[in-house]
């Protein structure tokens, strides 16, 4: 099966991303498009309306993750697989995940005009809330498919209004009943921008990921008391706010003590009563920390631990560091990453190997099968950022190294 001169349709897939960025369009030209919202589902029927189109089989799981496939010629084989998210971070961009999963209909559209038959079937996933800002862990779909957590743990997964992930998958009408994984996939290949600044300062268009950094996730609970804003003298309070912002100044610290590798952030954070003139009697916060190793992550998990208990002591407070969901840093398949490589080569895409500061889907994905990644050049380096922004260019050079890393691999006999 020859690929010379097939190339993707730079327009099209750029006039896709566009028209998927409409929905949750915010007036700074991001995204705002959280996992299982009515946004959402638009999202979803809109990719699923696009695959019907292009004559794609469709499949929905129990834990909402589509599947839309393209026939290979022997029936025997499991599918080589792409895809990414649609959903977004509350102030997210127009491609983070978006991309890696537009960029797997335009290679089945290509196929279907070139008439190019693969012997392997082409699966285009959208994974279920990767980014976890509604249900906390991320890549709940993803992980649930390789078996990291069963099913009902998944569906059982609780946003902060109590709604679970199984109620909001019904309420979408996202709820399928295929059953999730369990069965083999050839290879995963997943296309995403690079979400940092080395390729576009490097000037190289193509990006081969060999490996993720780990992340370990938390939810810290601090308890107080409550109190009169007038009438309680300064010495006499327990104030979970003032004691949770000093363990943020202490776990930046931390950061900073295990330079250069680690970043440890503190996104979110909830008060109770949340009252003008009420001493704060709780304070809840989310603590995402990395680093490539796994020791020095175990070990920035103790300090982090150390330091929020003594000011929780010394602030008479109490404080519980609750996990919620880890991620061993990983290694994916050197034969993938050999693959995209010479989908570049072939391309005269210059390319360099380089490692995903963020999570993804197909950091899951490596644990049952062999699984590479493309990365682009995104502007600035910017992501989780409403301008967020990439080149169609560039869009399109990843979307060509895609489509010939996944052929090759679909068409081995
Ligand atoms: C995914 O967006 C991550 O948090 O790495
Ligand atoms: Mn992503
Ligand atoms: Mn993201």
């Given amino acids: 099966m020859s690929l010379d001169g097939v190339r993707i349709n730079q327009d099209r897939l750029w006039r896709d991303l566009m028209d998927m960025a409409k929905i949750g369009a915010t007036p700074k030209g991001g995204v705002a498009r959280l996992a299982l919202t009515e946004l959402d589902r638009r999202a979803r029927d809109l990719f699923v309306s696009w695959c019907r189109e292009a004559g794609c089989e469709l499949r929905v799981d129990r834990i909402g993750n589509i599947f839309a496939r393209r026939a290979g010629l022997d029936v025997d084989r499991p599918p080589v697989m792409t895809g990414s998210h649609l959903d977004t971070q509350p102030l997210g961009g127009k491609f983070d995940g978006i991309y890696g999963v537009l ?27 990767e980014e976890g800002a509604r249900f906390g862990g991320g890549t709940i779909g993803s992980s649930t498919f390789v078996g990291r957590y069963d099913v009902e743990t998944g569906l059982g997964r609780r946003d902060n209004d109590g709604i679970t992930v199984g109620e909001a998958l019904a309420a979408i009408g996202y709820a399928g009943d295929a059953p999730v994984g369990g069965y083999p996939v050839e290879a995963f290949f997943e296309v995403h ?169 197909a950091c899951n994905l490596s644990l049952v099968a062999p699984t590479g990644m493309i990365f682009v050049p995104c502007e600035d380096g910017v992501s989780h950022n409403e301008r967020e922004n990439a080149r169609p260019e560039d869009i399109a050079a990843g979307c060509d190294v895609l489509l010939h890393a996944m052929v090759e691999r679909a068409s081995i006999a």
């Fill in 193 to 361: 921008i690079e979400q940092g600044p080395i390729l576009e300062r490097e000037g190289v268009p193509i990006g081969v990921v060999l490996g993720a950094q780990g992340a370990r996730y938390f939810r810290v609970v601090v308890d107080g008391e409550e109190g009169h804003a007038g009438t309680l003298p300064m010495e006499l309070r327990h104030d979970a706010l003032l004691g949770a912002a000093r363990m943020i100044d202490a776990l930046n610290g931390v950061a900073f003590r295990h330079a250069p590798h680690p970043v440890i952030t503190v996104g979110q954070i909830q008060v109770r009563p949340n009252s003008r003139n009420t001493i704060p009697g709780q304070a809840v916060f989310s603590i995402d920390s990395r680093h490539p190793d796994n020791r020095t992550l175990a070990a920035i998990e103790r300090d982090m631990r150390a330091a929020c208990e003594e000011i929780a002591r010394k602030a008479g407070l109490a404080v519980a560091i609750e996990p919620v969901s880890q991620r061993d840093s990983i290694a994916f398949d050197r034969g993938c990453a050999a693959a995209v490589a010479r989908a570049a080569d072939a391309l005269d895409l210059p390319w360099q190997e380089i490692y995903s500061g963020a999570g993804h889907d």
């Fill in 103 to 129: 960029a797997g209909l335009e290679i089945i559209r290509t196929l279907n005009e070139a008439r190019i038959d693969t012997l392997a079937p082409i699966d285009v996933v959208v994974w279920t809330d």
